[in-house]
């Protein structure tokens, strides 16, 4: 139960950076908790003295508790920069109270100097300016009761040892601030790093998993597998590749695997598909999911269309005698993330064996749709009927030639 109330406290406001460890927003927390337990200590000498002024700093702790327990509740709420500055108020203001109550050097003004070295740990990069007031209010106040004590103090000492107590407090103030500042260099600049890092390996992420896939894999480690009653799904694929590869040089080869490709990474992302894989020369893609799309047979032959035509502009351009061969199908289909290491998104079901049955068993400079194609797009596009062709697995199907757009 304690473990689970100190998790709650500790990562409040943290949802949107669970990944991280390490964010000022937890420091926050952390830090209030801290002085929660600090303020806990004292309460053994609180109760010895309390017919002294042991009363008054059990009021003082209190206090402290109850109002520092509202960091965590505003940082849930998103409001960040006021629960920092509620934390620095208490604290300030627990410090001043019980200098002020006991009347003695405890010493403890010089939790200013600490909290001068930890104000670049829980400012962000966009809160410099409140970190640098802070630190000096904080510096200010440790100078302020070190005069306080000086001008107080009995001068059993002499001047000399006085002023040079005094000195070295101001030294120290300073080293304190030159640490800060340096401090701050460098965890704005691993902030930094971390950042880029990070948009970086997301990137990665999403260019081998849908957007959507890539968030839920992120926030969770159970399995992903959906179900969708519609989708379409492309699959593309040079024609006579094999020999294109024996008379060809490996890195031009790749090349210009690469720029195809990459055209129809564009083409795909334009109409709304999804890529999910290439193998060798072929290029598979498919509309309506992750997410549920009523047009997604039209959609994808929208862009078989374009990928037919822009293949013939490459292979004029690259003086290619070959033909591009695209089948298209449609009806159900289960999505999900497989493996553990190079994981993939991929689709099974009969209608993705059928659209791969359909480029497999097309022509060159043609595309060959299903049934089911043709009755969900024949309003927007022209289509011949090719008749019956036996595909494995499947037996006899009627199959249809997409033509272009009405």
């Known amino acids: 139960m304690l473990k689970h109330v100190l998790q709650r406290w500790v990562w409040a406001g943290n949802t949107h950076h669970s990944d991280e460890n390490f964010t000022p927003i937890r420091l ?3 830090i209030a908790f801290l ?40 940082n849930a709420q998103s409001d960040y920069l006021y629960a920092k500055l509620l934390l620095i108020s208490v604290y300030i203001g627990n410090l001043i109270w019980t200098s002020l109550l006991w009347q003695l050097n405890l ?18 990069a966009k809160e410099s300016g409140y970190k640098w007031v802070c630190c000096g209010l ?11 004590y000086h001008a107080t103090s ?15 407090a101001i030294l120290l103030a300073l080293a304190c601030l030159l640490c800060s500042y340096h401090i701050q260099k460098n965890i704005y600049r691993s902030w930094q790093k971390l950042a880029l890092e990070k948009k970086r390996s997301e990137q990665l992420l999403l260019n081998i998993l849908p957007t959507s896939i890539a968030d839920r894999l992120k926030h ?25 590869c024996k008379s060809m040089d490996p890195q031009k080869l790749v090349l210009l695997l690469n720029e195809l490709f990459c055209h129809f990474d564009l083409l795909a992302q334009q109409h709304g598909l999804e890529k999910i894989k290439t193998s060798g020369d072929s290029y598979m893609a498919a509309c309506g999911l992750p997410h549920a799309n009523a047009k ?44 553990k290491n190079k994981f993939s998104y991929d689709m099974w079901g009969e209608a ?35 008749g019956e062709i036996q595909v494995k697995g499947v037996g006899k199907v009627i199959t249809y030639w997409l033509i272009g757009r009405k």
């Open 220 to 244: 969770s480690n159970s399995l992903i597998a959906d179900y969708f009653a519609q989708a379409s799904i492309l699959f593309a694929d040079i024609q006579n590749f094999t020999p294109l």
């Open 28 to 30: 926050t927390n952390i």
């Open 352 to 386: 993705v064996n059928l659209a791969s049955r359909m480029e497999s068993h097309g022509q060159g400079h043609k595309i060959q749709t299903t049934q089911t194609t043709y009755d969900l797009a024949k309003d927007v596009f022209h289509f011949v009927e090719r």
């Open 154 to 168: 009995s001068w059993s000492q002499q001047n000399a040892q006085q002023m040079f107590k005094l000195s070295s």
């Open 296 to 339: 997604h047979a039209i959609q994808c032959c929208q862009c078989a269309l374009d990928m037919q035509e822009k293949f013939e502009e490459f292979s004029i351009q690259h003086h290619l005698a070959t033909g591009l061969r695209i089948g298209i199908g449609c009806g159900e289909v289960v999505a999900g993330v497989i493996g």
């Open 138 to 148: 904080f510096t200010g106040l440790f100078l302020l009761s070190e005069l306080y």
């Open 107 to 124: 010493y403890i003004h010089f939790f200013y100097l600490l909290a001068v070295v930890c104000c670049p740990f829980f400012f962000t």
């Open 35 to 74: 002085v929660i337990f600090v303020s806990f200590c004292q309460i053994p000498g609180a109760i010895w003295y309390w017919h002294d002024v042991g009363y008054d700093q059990f009021i003082i702790i209190i206090s402290t508790t109850i109002l520092l327990c509202f960091v965590p509740l505003l």
